[in-house]
């Protein structure tokens, strides 16, 4: 079992749309959880993180964390076609200095 | 304050040749980590450096591959006799000293073709 999996998708919504991305992961030692966003051919981009169980919100976005399913989600509400982007979550341990493992990534496009 | 630089943005290297990837932190960033990116697959951990020390290698393959950061100057990936497989995108990040957050920036990417 991978550490963490993601749906590659791809996943197309029509503009406007509520999406959905989710994560789940296997190692429980895991504490800071993170999504990145990634266009093409460029780096990662942090959008958000949280620090164990819980949910954040920024502007469009809201991220949740279950730790007792070892499953996150990152919502986009209102989805425009600039987030059409590969979206990765991402985790790491009790440190923020213990490194960081990804999931795959998820394609997503927002189709106007 | 400039972003996590990287270079060169695109290396080609025949087989067997050296390729050497650099990586210039974030200012006040004393923290590296190296990633590679297959196609169509996620960020793969290499390597975590701090200042003159490697943290964490176990990402890294044990032959041809080795990583520094010097007391000055950019961090460096460098790959020794490569092999087609080692085409991919190579990405770097920094995180700052203190303990209060996680976040790690990342640079654009080298990306490698071995020909």
């Known amino acids: 079992q991978k550490e963490v999996e993601q749906d590659p998708g791809p996943l197309s919504v029509p503009e406007g749309a509520i999406v959905s991305l989710n994560c789940t992961y296997s190692n429980s030692a895991f504490q800071y959880f993170m999504w990145y966003r990634q266009y093409s051919r460029k780096g990662p981009e942090l959008l958000m993180y949280?620090?164990?169980?819980g949910n954040k919100e920024d502007g469009r976005f809201t991220a949740q964390v279950d730790k007792s399913s070892k499953y996150i989600s990152l919502f986009i509400r209102d989805s425009q076609p600039s987030d059409s982007a590969t979206y990765l979550c991402a985790m790491s341990g009790r440190t923020s200095y213990d490194k960081v493992i990804f999931g795959p990534g998820t394609s997503l496009s927002v189709i106007p | 304050n400039a972003g996590v630089m990287q270079n060169p943005r695109h290396l080609v290297r025949r087989r067997g040749q050296e390729a050497r990837l650099r990586c210039s932190p974030m200012k006040g960033h004393s923290h590296v980590y190296w990633y590679r990116q297959l196609p169509e697959e996620g960020l793969k951990f290499m390597v975590y450096?701090?200042?003159?020390?490697?943290?964490?290698e176990s990402g890294m393959p044990k032959e041809r591959f080795s990583a520094e950061f010097p007391k000055e100057g950019p961090s460096i990936l460098r790959i020794q006799q490569v092999v087609r497989g080692d085409s991919a995108a190579y990405f770097c990040a920094s995180s700052p000293r203190t303990g209060a957050d996680t976040e790690a920036f990342f640079g654009q990417g080298t990306r490698l073709t071995v020909v």
């Open positions: 949280t620090y164990s169980s």
């Open positions: 450096l701090q200042k003159e020390n490697i943290i964490d």
